[in-house]
């Protein structure tokens, strides 16, 4: 499972995300948001998980009203009854809404098209889950970061600002949210961090991961690792008042218990 849902994870990042260009800047989204709304799609019935959304449906929909589209909703949130999901700005004709509902993708479950964070989110609950007094699988848990790290890697070296969509003539015409480098992050590190605070073993190779992300994303996402970094010292000084076992839980090991790194320590 933990090699299905990272090889999952793969795939979406690959067809999801370009690599990073330095001639891909930001598109800039201006005041569309000062007007209101022209048209509002709800959804109805029972909960959903929205599965993908058809960009090229919904530019070409937006471009043929002369209008602006506004997904209010990201890939991966399930809604329910009376649940907005686009704003319709500008638009010079009512949109059909038949065709603006063949533009969002619902479901009864999530899937990994467009949704990396969904193969994020299963490793994490593996970890977990793993890390449970009930179970006390570190080992388990630390195989789950091994995937993660890959995932994280790759998001950190791609464009994540991929939110914004122009027809050809270069008008924007469609916003969907994207998780940020930081939502990503505490969605890989938050409850793993928390759940095995005291574990030695899953302490190290998170120690390890977060120094080895560092070294290897572009300068600008590295200061949402350092704070991860920080986070770490505080949670390590937290769980182990004894001052040897809190310099053992310090060390960076990417086998959790295997070879730590020479010189690494609480105060490194």
């Not at 059909?96 to 609950?125: C, H, M, S």
């Not at 570190?138 to 600002?161: F, N």
């Amino acid at each position: 499972m933990l090699i299905f849902a990272g090889d999952q994870g793969r795939r979406v990042i690959e067809t999801t995300y370009p690599r990073v260009s330095s001639e891909s800047p930001a598109a800039q989204l201006g005041d569309f948001r000062c007007t209101a709304p022209t048209q509002t799609l709800i959804h109805r019935g029972r909960p959903q998980s929205v599965q993908a959304v058809n960009i090229a449906a919904l530019v070409s929909l937006a471009k043929a009203s002369d209008g602006f589209i506004e997904v209010v909703v990201a890939v991966g949130d399930t809604v329910v009854e009376l649940t907005p999901l686009l704003h319709v700005h500008g638009a010079k004709q009512h949109m059909d809404e038949r065709k603006l509902w063949n533009g969002i993708e619902t479901g009864d479950e999530r899937t990994f098209e467009q949704d990396p964070k969904y193969a994020i989110r299963l490793l994490v609950d593996i970890a977990i889950k793993a890390l449970s007094p009930a179970i006390n699988d570190p080992t388990t848990a630390v195989q789950a970061l091994d995937q993660i790290e890959d995932l994280l890697l790759r998001l950190g070296r791609r464009q994540l600002e991929i939110g914004s969509f122009r027809d050809s003539e270069g008008k924007l015409r469609l916003v969907i949210p994207f998780p940020s480098w930081e939502d990503l992050l505490r969605l890989a590190f938050d409850e793993i961090c928390t759940c095995g605070a005291t574990s030695v073993q899953v302490m190290r190779r998170m120690n390890a991961l977060v120094t080895d992300l560092k070294n290897a994303v572009p300068e600008e996402r590295r200061p949402a690792l350092r704070y991860w970094d920080s986070r770490l010292k505080a949670t390590i000084a937290r769980s182990f008042p004894d001052s040897e076992e809190r310099l053992e839980a310090s060390r960076e090991d990417r086998q959790g218990l295997g070879v730590p790194r020479v010189g690494t320590s609480a105060n490194s």
